[in-house]
Structures are given as structure tokens and as C-alpha cells.
């Protein structure tokens, strides 16, 4: 604002200079003396109407046609009253005094604010030099939204990809240029000009395009095996909801809506380091348990799961990305006694993570005793285990559903909160001996190692769960079921309008559960702050919309009803439960609920006996020894 002030009145300064052979001797004093008397009110009138024009709140690092008309119009305006009002009022001036005066004002205001951002991009193109050669691109789309990510892609810093070539199905386009990028063909082109222009990266940028049509081009370009990316609707570019620059695969992490969980994990690797640590159950939450493990330098790692695809998949990841870690792989189940004592007397591991279980409502709803012996039955062999063989600190992988469960599994897993409870308790007492083992096999086959007595007696281990509700991605989730739907087609099926979950990512949920087992002191029931819950149907439309569809018209959402055991909403503590502030604002301490733990062992004892005899009054148990649990 100072400055176009004071380049108005340099402006037609120097235009009475122009105007008289560019001497100031020359110019008669009654020029100047109108000169003086008017230029501070016309400046102040100029800062007015560019005020009112807005000029002041364009970004000019953006500046295009809109803004050049804005100030060809300021400019007219302000110079054609200036010339009226002088002439009429002060004295006749030249016509040349104005003209240049006009034309040397326009030049300094609007030059400087596209001379600004000229350097802007000049430096953007310097900064974003780099060692690593671009990544060649190609754009399906010669549009405005192509334009917009054209534009987009050679202003962004971060973004090192040069757009080679366009792909438009109008062949009025073909051969012709957009700011020096041919317009190469149709999409029957798209092989050909893959092969000529290098092409690693394919942007699909017709937001008007129908589903099949996308569909149609979208097949041609998967033949090409270049990374594809899919332009959202445009109507979101225009309420910002989508930066173009930020434009990448579809992600989970996306569908939060808010910035990913970071954390400081120096207490972890100091922990860790050089520890002996065991995984059960290598699934989605298990396998990103390792990989954080396994980067903070453990002694050993040990992964114990029944299911040799999860345990063989991880082990070829982890192998390749840390060659040096002492990796071993267990296939077995923690139901086995005979062979979780062996693994653990073999291995002595110091710290546990227990992650095996069931964990699919509907399913457990149909196979009730199956979650009981996976999930607490199996949870307790493995617990006297690790107090046998000395495991320093014991972490269970718990849930919101262990929270006044309705379904089986939920009630399960409030068991093995209960199991964690019950050892601690009687380790803390020093009554670890009272601790009965549990058997499935014939008590002749029963494991009784040496000194089990004595080492009850020093048992010393540290039991604590660690409860969260769901996370995106995981292998029950609900995000790889609506990719799915949302490729094939649809509909994506929601059971309910109104259900609600709370969600993390994987790996937000792992490092808050490592900082947990850090915090840990024995018999804690760790509580993880998960943010909002968040609407299951709003999931599914922000994911129908990351793939560049609109939900409801491109994709229908279908309301298929709550499944068995299945609650509208979960909850993170019972009623009876409160709070306790840890160090860490997302990591809480849950109080324990009060139980009998004798009255408690013998009943799980006959619990284990109904399950593994596969009786049908299983249910009605669970509700005895939890009194939370209430089937829906």
C-alpha cells in the first residue's frame, strides 16, 4: 500500500519530467505548483479503489487475468477522474502529462506484483533442484483440472515430477500445446506415449468423466504398470477440500481427518535395546509390533503364531530390512501348553507382547467356545509361562470391547484383562504358587519343569493390558472390505446409519502401546486417548470420494443392519472405572475393577473345561465371572 502510493506520485513526477525533454528547469511553475496541489489526494484516492477493488488481498504469487484486469481498471478509473478533475478545476495540463503519468503508474504498481512473483518462481525452480532426476508425467486430461495439476506440479517444492505430455480424447486438441507440453493423442495413445516420454506416473485428471468411463481408461493404464493416481471430483478442488498438490495413492490415514500421531520413542529404544522380545500373534497389529520392535535394536525377537502366512510374510519383511536382527519364528499356538513352555524355556524372553486372538464379533458369535480358548485360556497359558521362565514385564493387546461387552469376544477379552488382574495380584501378594496350571491334555502328559515350585515363589513379573478400539487397515477393518466394494463397483454395505467407532492408525496404536509397556508397573489396565469416534457411513463416503466418485450417484451406500453382538458405539472404560493421567496425554490408567481372584481361577478352570468339551451353556458362564457382560 505505501509502496503504490508512493509510485503514483513518482509516476506523474516524472511524466511532467518526460513531458518537458526530461528537465525539471523546463517545467513552468504553474505545472508544478497543480502537480503539488493535487497528487497527495489522487494518491490516497488510488489506495481507495484498489481497497475496494481488493487488490490488496490477491495472493500474488498466484496472480493470473483476474488480477490484470483488477488493475487495468483501477488504473483507467483513477487516471481518467484525475484528468477530469484537474483540468476542470486546477489548470489545463498537457494530454501527454496524463498519458504518461497513466501509463507509468500502471507499469509500477502492477509491474512490481508480477515482477514479485516471477522471483517467487524463480526461486522455486532453483530450490527445487535436485540430484535425483524428475519423475516423468503424464496427465489424461487437458482440461481446466489438468491445467490445475500442471500448474500445480511445476510450482510445488516438494513435488519432483515434470509433466511430459497430455492425453485428451478431443482430437481438436491433438498436436497443440499447453505452455510447451504436447497434447500427444487419446487414450488410445496412452501405451505409445508411455513408451516415447518414459512415463512413471499417470495422473487421471477428468472429474467429469462417468465410472465407467474411468473404469475403461483406467484398465489401458494399469497395462502400462506406471503409478496411478486419480484426481477427486472437481467440485472438491473448488471447496478446497483436495489440495492437487498433495494428490498421492489412497490413504488410511486419510480418512482420520487430522494429522498423524507422532511420538517420541527414545524411551522404547531405550527399553527395548538389547532385550529378548516375543510376539504372539503376528496379524496386523502383531506384525507392526515387530517392525517397531525390531528398529529399536532388541537382543532377539521372537514371533509365535499359529498362522504361517502372517509369520512368513513378516519374517521375509523384517529379514530384508534389518539382515543383523536376531530373528526367530515360532508356528504354534498359545493353547498348547506343551509348546509354549518349550518356546519359552528355550528363548527366556524378558518382555511379552501378547497379541494372539480371536477377534471377529460375528464369527465368535457363532464359534463361542473357540473364542474362549484362543483368547483367555489361551492368554493364561501363556501368562504362566512367562511367570514361570521369568518374563520381566507381560503386555496384553486388549480392546474397547472388553467395555460392558455384548458379544462373546468382547467378553473374552475382558477375561484376559481379568487373567492379567488375577497374576499380578497374586504376584504382588507373593502367592504366585497358588496360581493353578491349566491343562487340556491327559494329566500324565502334564509339564511340570524343574523348580516350578521355586520359581512361582521368586516370580517377579510385571502384568499390564493395554486397551484401544480400532484401527485402520487391519485385517478385520472395515477399509479393505469398502476398497473392495468400492472397486468392484459397489455398494458399500454399512450396518448402520448411526454406528460409531473410535480409530487409529496401526502404527499410532503400536508406539502409544510400546510407550505404555515403558510406563508399566504391574496390574495397570493402560487406556489409549483414540481422539473422536468417528461415524462409520462418514468412512465410507470420504473413502468413495478419495477414489474420485461421488457417494450415493458413482457409488451407493447400502444399510445392511447390525450384525450379532454388535453394539452402535463403544466404549473405552466401564462405569466403574476412572482415570489416571500418565506422562504421555494419549496413554491413561484405567482404575481396576474390584474381583475375587481365587473365586475367579476356579471358575475359569471350569471354564476351560466347558469350552474344550464344546458345551452349548458357554454363555451363560461368561455372564457369571463377568458381570459386565450382557449379550446383546
Not at 34 to 53: D, K, P, R
Not at 61 to 72: G, N, Q, V, W
Not at 243 to 258: A, F, I, P, W
Not at 548 to 560: H, M, R
Request: net charge neutral; charged share 25%; proline share 4%.
Amino acid at each position: 500500500m505505501v509502496y503504490d502510493f508512493v509510485a503514483i506520485l513518482f509516476s506523474y513526477l516524472a511524466a511532467l519530467w518526460i513531458r518537458f525533454d526530461c528537465n525539471f528547469g523546463s517545467i513552468p511553475r504553474e505545472f508544478m505548483k497543480a502537480y503539488y496541489e493535487t497528487i497527495v489526494i489522487y494518491g490516497a484516492f488510488c489506495i481507495l479503489i484498489f481497497l475496494s477493488l481488493r487488490l490488496y488481498k490477491s495472493i500474488w504469487k498466484f496472480a493470473s487475468y483476474t488480477e490484470l484486469i483488477r488493475m487495468i481498471l483501477a488504473t483507467a478509473v483513477t487516471g481518467a477522474i484525475y484528468t477530469f478533475v484537474v483540468c476542470t478545476f486546477v489548470i489545463r495540463m498537457p494530454v501527454s502529462y496524463f498519458i504518461f503519468g497513466i501509463v507509468l503508474q500502471f507499469g509500477l504498481t502492477l509491474g512490481v506484483r508480477f515482477l514479485y512473483r516471477f522471483i517467487l518462481l524463480l526461486r522455486s525452480n532453483n530450490g527445487s533442484r535436485t540430484a535425483v532426476p524428475p519423475v516423468n508425467v503424464m496427465l489424461i486430461g487437458a482440461g481446466a483440472a489438468g491445467q490445475m495439476i500442471f500448474r500445480d506440479i511445476r510450482h510445488a517444492k516438494e513435488v519432483n515430477e515434470r509433466v511430459c505430455c497430455f492425453i485428451d480424447d478431443n482430437s481438436n486438441k491433438w498436436g497443440r500445446y499447453i505452455d510447451g507440453v504436447e497434447i500427444f493423442g487419446g487414450r488410445d495413445s496412452i501405451l505409445a506415449a508411455c513408451e516415447k516420454y518414459q512415463i512413471k506416473k499417470i495422473y487421471l485428471a477428468i472429474p467429469s468423466a462417468s465410472a465407467q468411463e474411468k473404469r475403461d481408461i483406467l484398465q489401458i493404464c494399469n497395462e502400462t504398470k506406471c503409478e496411478l493416481m486419480n484426481l477427486p471430483g472437481m467440485y472438491q478442488l473448488y471447496t478446497g477440500q483436495v489440495s492437487v498438490s498433495n494428490m498421492r495413492k489412497v490413504s488410511t490415514e486419510d480418512l482420520l481427518g487430522r494429522d498423524p500421531i507422532r511420538q517420541d520413542m527414545t524411551e522404547v529404544y531405550e527399553y527395548i535395546q538389547n532385550k529378548v522380545v516375543m510376539v504372539t500373534g503376528v496379524g496386523s497389529i502383531g506384525s507392526e509390533l515387530c517392525r517397531q520392535i525390531a528398529a529399536h535394536k532388541p537382543k532377539r525377537l521372537i514371533m509365535f503364531d499359529m498362522y504361517e502366512n502372517n509369520a512368513y510374510e513378516i519374517q521375509q519383511e523384517l529379514k530384508k530390512k534389518y539382515p543383523e536382527l536376531d530373528l526367530h519364528t515360532i508356528i504354534g499356538s498359545v493353547r498348547d501348553s506343551r509348546k509354549v513352555f518349550q518356546v519359552f524355556e528355550t528363548y527366556r524372553p524378558q518382555i511379552v507382547y501378547h497379541a494372539a486372538a480371536h477377534k471377529h464379533v460375528p464369527l465368535m458369535e457363532d464359534s463361542p467356545c473357540e473364542a474362549i480358548k484362543n483368547n483367555a485360556i489361551g492368554t493364561y497359558k501363556t501368562a504362566f509361562a512367562a511367570t514361570v521362565y521369568g518374563t520381566e514385564k507381560f503386555v496384553l493387546i486388549s480392546t474397547d470391547k472388553a467395555v460392558n461387552p455384548t458379544n462373546i469376544m468382547g467378553a473374552s477379552k475382558r477375561l484376559c484383562e481379568m487373567v492379567i488382574q488375577a497374576f499380578d495380584r497374586k504376584i504382588r501378594d507373593g502367592k504366585a504358587e497358588e496360581i493353578p496350571q491349566l491343562f487340556t491334555h491327559w494329566a500324565k502328559e502334564k509339564i511340570q519343569p524343574e523348580n516350578i515350585n521355586e520359581a512361582l515363589r521368586n516370580a517377579k513379573t510385571e502384568f499390564v493390558a493395554v486397551r484401544f478400539g480400532n484401527v485402520l487397515g487391519s485385517n478385520g477393518s472395515v477399509i479393505p472390505l469398502f476398497k473392495k466394494q468400492i472397486e468392484a463397483g459397489g455398494p458399500v454395505t454399512v450396518t448402520h446409519p448411526d454406528i460409531i467407532r473410535y480409530f487409529m492408525t496401526i502404527p499410532e496404536a503400536v508406539s502409544l502401546v510400546l510407550l505404555a509397556g515403558t510406563y508399566a508397573k504391574g496390574g495397570e489396565i493402560f487406556v489409549l486417548d483414540m481422539g473422536e469416534p468417528v461415524k462409520i457411513v462418514t468412512l465410507a463416503q470420504n473413502l468413495i470420494k478419495m477414489y474420485g466418485l461421488v457417494p450415493g450417484e458413482d457409488i451407493e451406500i447400502v444399510y445392511s443392519g447390525l450384525r450379532p453382538g454388535e453394539k452402535l458405539y463403544e466404549e473405552k472404560l466401564m462405569a466403574e472405572e476412572g482415570l489416571k493421567k500418565t506422562k504421555n496425554e494419549l496413554i491413561h490408567i484405567g482404575c481396576p475393577i474390584p474381583f475375587d481372584v481365587d473365586e475367579f481361577l476356579g471358575q475359569l478352570e471350569i471354564l476351560m473345561e466347558t469350552a474344550y468339551r464344546n458345551k452349548g451353556n458357554i454363555r451363560e458362564l461368561v455372564e457369571k465371572i463377568v458381570k459386565t457382560y450382557h449379550p446383546a
